[in-house]
């Protein structure tokens, strides 16, 4: 196809040129405008430059912030012993096993009792990690998570870093995708005492047995020294029970009963808005909620999320009548 546009191409500039030379000058206009018409078509046919992502320099910036710019040689490190695992290679060649030098030089903390992991519930782990400061710890803590939204791969015979061209997410074996596995893996094996995973009531299986959390974070947990507790996250237009059948494989993959606990929740509709209140008050987990129960129902959903996160206790909440200032009716909040 570009040949033959090449081929109009030539073949339309000699008819523009023989028509200027043959042209009479008071003509001589037209033949200009035959011209420069000639010339714009041409640089449209042109292919238009795209965005370069400097990707080096994105995540040497994120590293610092994370580690403190005093860590440059370290984050150099980082940016090294990640591109070792991809550049130079076909993408679908990268497993996950590449990036085990990364992981060697970069151990997952060990944060007993706090570890969060996740299904389908990016967005509330989000948001509780910003309005509870430290109270969890989930992968987006770790080094590892200023890669998060980047894309990249490499090529054979090609030393450079890519981000574009490059296969889908998850799309079989390919350099992003098995980085999030590898760092899953690690992050998993780290982990000590109560385990937390938010699941999504919202979907058909919230146990998706094709998940990450599936295929590598729950092997990587060890018994021994995990305990798992799965929060069900319902909408108000989609409930589900901890009685679901993907639940229920779960409980029976996970093989330990007497350390696996569920329970099912509300989301919050508009976080934001909590959030903000939150921090009007100032509470956080470790605190009682009383006080918010005279604001709306989407505080009254995050409270009773929180307290059922924080103390584990499945009860039904219903506040006291909220006075003239606010809507009118009890609101009860399903948590059970």
């Not at 996250?233 to 009685?243: A, F, G, M, P, Y």
Request: charged content about 25%; aromatic content about 10%.
């Amino acid at each position: 196809m570009a040949k033959r546009l090449q081929s109009l191409w030539m073949t339309l500039l000699l008819v523009s040129v023989t028509m200027m030379l043959l042209q009479p000058q008071e003509v001589e206009g037209t033949g200009r405008w035959w011209w420069k018409w000639l010339c714009c078509l041409h640089r449209a046919e042109e292919p238009q430059p795209t965005e370069v992502i400097d990707l080096k320099k994105e995540v040497m910036t994120k590293c610092q912030e994370f580690l403190g710019n005093d860590n440059t040689d370290r984050c150099n490190e980082f940016w090294d012993r990640f591109t070792g695992a991809f550049v130079n290679k076909a993408p679908q060649t990268v497993t996950p096993e590449a990036y085990n030098d990364l992981i060697k030089e970069h151990p997952i903390p060990k944060e007993k009792d706090k570890v969060l992991l996740w299904s389908k519930t990016k967005h509330m782990v989000t948001f509780l990690s910003k309005l509870t400061e430290k109270h969890f710890f989930h992968i987006g803590d770790t080094i590892f998570g200023i890669m998060d939204e980047a894309v990249w791969c490499g090529k054979n015979n090609n030393k450079d870093v890519l981000t574009s061209g490059c296969p889908e997410y998850m799309d079989g074996v390919e350099p992003v995708g098995s980085y999030w596995k590898r760092v899953s893996q690690a992050f998993a094996e780290a982990a000590e005492g109560t385990v937390t995973v938010l699941l999504s009531g919202a979907v058909d299986t919230p146990f998706d047995t094709n998940s990450i959390f599936a295929v590598d974070e729950l092997p990587k947990l060890d018994p021994k020294k995990v305990t798992l507790r799965v929060i069900l996250i319902n909408t108000e237009s989609q409930r589900k029970t901890c009685d679901d059948k993907s639940l229920k494989d779960l409980e029976k993959k996970w093989g330990h009963p007497e350390k696996y606990h569920c329970r099912h929740t509300l989301e919050c509709p508009t976080a934001n808005g909590c959030q903000k209140k939150f921090h009007q008050v100032g509470l956080y987990f470790h605190t009682t909620l009383p006080t918010l129960y005279t604001h709306t129902s989407t505080c009254l959903c995050c409270s009773s999320m929180f307290t059922l996160l924080s103390n584990w206790e499945s009860t039904t909440l219903t506040p006291p009548a909220p006075s003239n200032d606010h809507t009118s009716g009890h609101i009860q909040i399903y948590v059970g």
